[in-house]
């Protein structure tokens, strides 16, 4: 079985635009994190942890061309991520297979099937049904915004080279541990109430997943340190037998909700011993226990907050579907 053909489908995640975006960085990223004062605007948050961005000689300015031929300087790049749908701050990485620069294994079908040991916890994904895709290949994160912008594209290979520079020199866990407790105070969630922000929660990956051991040990690590802050964190790692061993021999903590994430939509939520309960995307409700992601029911503000629920974080014994929209 081979899903549909990218080309110009804007339905379809297109990675190899994607990496065509990716490969416009050649910066260097500060290692060091910076702070700016955490400010509510009429259209968003601004500030928190930054890294510094600069070209590639000393002193000198990283810029890119744009789609329309303009040259722009790119000297900062927030470490965190304020989407309007979760309510919280989150982490971004590039999204998709590792060929096209991501930092998704298990996002292509061949990967998955030549692991083969998957189908111990999945359907197989030779028994899709017709009229469902592979998840991976209608991902968010490589389509819409993401391939029309370079700027989005430049952050997350930006986070992305940060993540590998503090690995190696033993610092991530201590920097992000910093970044988010920077955020852990009355005044700041003040601040972010007034869009119905909280920074009691926080979501690992809202594009990418671990594409390492140690950067999972890392995060498990950031977790233990900040045990007031609950974390969630989807993932398709589960696929390989070597990563559910990894995850029995250094289990997520107690306040982070790892969940493997389903392979094609209308399957079942995977259910992996040691692991959060999983999630799945099906067009139209599923029955108890799984439950319903109520972000998108509501009229006006699709969102987390406005849905007043923290399933996906706080409910680990809980799969959940986030009805196909």
């Not at 926080?202 to 890392?218: N, T």
């Amino acid at each position: 079985m081979r899903p549909e053909v990218y080309e110009e489908n804007p339905a379809l995640a297109n990675w190899d635009r994607l990496s065509i975006n990716r490969a416009v960085f050649d910066g260097d990223v500060n290692a060091e994190v910076q702070y700016r004062r955490v400010a509510v605007g009429k259209v968003g948050i601004s500030g928190g942890p930054y890294l510094k961005i600069t070209g590639d000689g000393p002193g000198s300015t990283f810029t890119y061309t744009t789609a329309t031929g303009k040259q722009r300087p790119y000297r900062n790049s927030t470490l965190f991520t304020w989407t309007s749908k979760m309510s919280c701050a989150s982490f971004s990485l590039p999204a998709g297979p590792v060929k096209q620069g991501g930092t998704c294994p298990a996002s292509t079908v061949a990967a998955i099937e030549k692991e083969g040991t998957y189908t111990e916890h999945h359907p197989p994904i030779s028994t899709q049904p017709a009229g469902q895709v592979f998840i991976c290949d209608v991902c968010y994160a490589g389509k819409g915004r993401y391939l029309m912008y370079k700027s989005m594209s430049i952050g997350q290979v930006v986070k992305l080279a940060w993540v590998n520079e503090t690995l190696r020199d033993g610092t991530f866990v201590r920097k992000m541990s910093e970044a988010i407790g920077s955020l852990l105070d009355d005044e700041i969630e003040e601040y972010l109430a007034r869009k119905l922000v909280s920074n009691k929660f926080f979501r690992i990956h809202d594009s990418g997943d671990f594409f390492s051991p140690e950067y999972y040990k890392a995060w498990v690590a950031v977790c233990r340190n900040l045990p007031k802050v609950s974390f969630w964190a989807p993932t398709r790692m589960w696929v390989y037998e070597k990563w559910r061993a990894l995850f029995s021999n250094y289990p997520p903590p107690d306040n982070l909700a790892l969940r493997p994430s389903a392979l094609f939509t209308s399957a079942p939520p995977p259910s992996i011993e040691g692991l959060a309960e999983g999630s799945t995307s099906i067009e139209g409700r599923m029955p108890a226990p799984v439950w319903n992601c109520p972000a998108y029911e509501g009229e006006e503000e699709h969102s987390c907050a406005a849905a007043r629920c923290r399933v996906c974080w706080k409910s680990q014994s809980k799969p959940v579907n986030y009805m196909t929209h």
